[in-house]
């Protein structure tokens, strides 16, 4: 299987405050496991007494010890945290997951104690829709096509013009193209919208956010919670979800070609990646957490996580 490596590299931590505005089967899952994981994982071997945090530090690296991780939190659980962030001046990656808040969120430049950046991926809406019900049947939460369009009449936010829905906090109403125009606007607002075709430049974005927050470098497989045309049942053809597709994603269309993509990713995070020589180790992590995806069809992803001396993976003078 193709692995990927995404790179830490050694240096002053920055405690940076993070939203990840994360629509389905645009990447994010890649974007959550290589932060959220790994954060989780390295504490705790720090935590745990597994590694000493002075080799770590004879080795160059500052830990950023308070940092705060989490995925898939409503915008209710948010809340009520942010007041002990700001208090107690925790940095955090927070990564709000499709409709589960309402867009923009006007508040957090005032309460941020830490810089924040926000950032979003967004994905051709036909390949995007087509990939997610590709999805839903290798999961198992769609068993047949009358399974799916029963699924789309009671669930329309998901379906119907999603990510026109999300940047415009429209949720079970009709849109149009006046939430159109608005999410055109609120979408001008996130510090970084990258274009998922541009795979070097989500790896750029995630080896900053890495080397901010000085966690692992990441070795993973290249595709995290993959959908492939073989996941469909007999019955569900190409041809029958590009039609269903042109019902649903006619805003998003315009949004996707209207959007103005900002992918410079180490100018918004003021980190000087460029020139770093990524062939020696010595200037990476000591450090790299190894992701195995384990996927079985009819069932949720999960993942494994383990870690390794980053020049025992890598062998370079």
Same mark, same amino acid.
């Given at each position: 299987?193709? @692995?990927?490596?995404?790179?830490?590299?050694?240096? @002053?931590?920055?405690?940076?405050?993070?939203?990840?505005?994360?629509?389905?089967?645009?990447?994010?899952?890649?974007?959550?496991?290589?932060?959220?994981?790994?954060?989780?994982?390295?504490?705790?071997?720090?935590?745990?007494?597994?590694?000493?945090?002075?080799?770590?530090?004879?080795?160059?690296?500052?830990?950023?010890?308070?940092?705060?991780?989490?995925?898939?939190?409503?915008?209710?659980?948010?809340?009520?945290?942010?007041?002990?962030?700001?208090?107690?001046?925790?940095?955090?990656?927070?990564?709000?997951?499709?409709?589960?808040?309402?867009?923009?969120?006007?508040?957090?430049?005032?309460?941020?104690?830490?810089?924040?950046?926000?950032?979003?991926?967004?994905?051709?809406?036909?390949?995007?829709? @087509?990939?997610?019900?590709?999805?839903?049947?290798?999961?198992?939460?769609?068993?047949?096509?009358?399974?799916?369009?029963?699924?789309?009449?009671?669930?329309?936010?998901?379906?119907?013009?999603?990510?026109?829905?999300?940047?415009?906090?429209?949720?079970?109403?009709?849109?149009?193209?006046?939430?159109?125009?608005?999410?055109?606007?609120?979408?001008?607002?996130?510090?970084?919208?990258?274009?998922?075709?541009?795979?070097?430049?989500?790896?750029?974005?995630?080896?900053?956010?890495?080397?901010?927050?000085?966690?692992?470098?990441?070795?993973?497989?290249?595709?995290?919670?993959?959908?492939?045309?073989?996941?469909?049942?007999?019955?569900?053809?190409?041809?029958?979800?590009?039609?269903?597709?042109?019902?649903?994603?006619?805003?998003?269309?315009?949004?996707?070609?209207?959007?103005?993509?900002?992918?410079?990713?180490?100018?918004?995070?003021?980190?000087?990646?460029?020139?770093?020589?990524?062939?020696?180790?010595?200037?990476?992590?000591?450090?790299?957490?190894?992701?195995?995806?384990?996927?079985?069809?009819?069932?949720?992803?999960?993942?494994?996580?383990?870690?390794?001396?980053?020049?025992?993976?890598? @062998?370079?003078?």
């Amino acid at each position: 299987m193709e @692995k990927r490596l995404i790179i830490s590299f050694i240096g @002053k931590p920055q405690p940076v405050c993070f939203i990840h505005y994360h629509m389905m089967k645009c990447a994010g899952v890649m974007i959550t496991t290589a932060v959220q994981a790994n954060q989780h994982g390295f504490y705790r071997l720090i935590n745990n007494g597994k590694i000493d945090p002075h080799i770590l530090a004879q080795k160059g690296l500052m830990v950023l010890g308070n940092l705060s991780c989490s995925v898939r939190s409503n915008y209710e659980t948010f809340f009520n945290r942010f007041g002990k962030y700001k208090s107690s001046k925790i940095p955090f990656f927070y990564s709000f997951h499709g409709l589960d808040i309402p867009f923009p969120l006007p508040f957090l430049p005032e309460y941020s104690h830490f810089p924040l950046i926000t950032c979003t991926i967004l994905r051709e809406p036909t390949s995007r829709f @087509k990939s997610l019900i590709k999805y839903q049947f290798r999961r198992g939460t769609l068993k047949s096509k009358e399974d799916l369009l029963e699924n789309i009449r009671t669930n329309i936010p998901t379906y119907d013009n999603y990510m026109t829905r999300y940047f415009s906090s429209i949720k079970n109403d009709e849109v149009g193209c006046d939430d159109l125009a608005s999410a055109q606007e609120n979408l001008k607002g996130v510090d970084l919208v990258i274009n998922q075709t541009n795979r070097s430049t989500i790896d750029n974005f995630i080896s900053c956010v890495l080397t901010a927050y000085q966690l692992p470098n990441v070795l993973s497989p290249a595709r995290i919670n993959i959908s492939e045309q073989s996941d469909l049942p007999s019955d569900v053809e190409e041809s029958f979800l590009d039609n269903l597709a042109e019902q649903y994603i006619q805003l998003d269309r315009k949004l996707y070609e209207t959007a103005i993509f900002k992918e410079n990713v180490s100018g918004v995070f003021n980190l000087a990646l460029a020139g770093r020589d990524v062939v020696s180790t010595k200037n990476l992590h000591p450090l790299t957490c190894v992701l195995e995806s384990l996927e079985e069809k009819g069932k949720n992803l999960s993942t494994q996580v383990s870690f390794f001396w980053t020049n025992e993976l890598i @062998k370079t003078p």
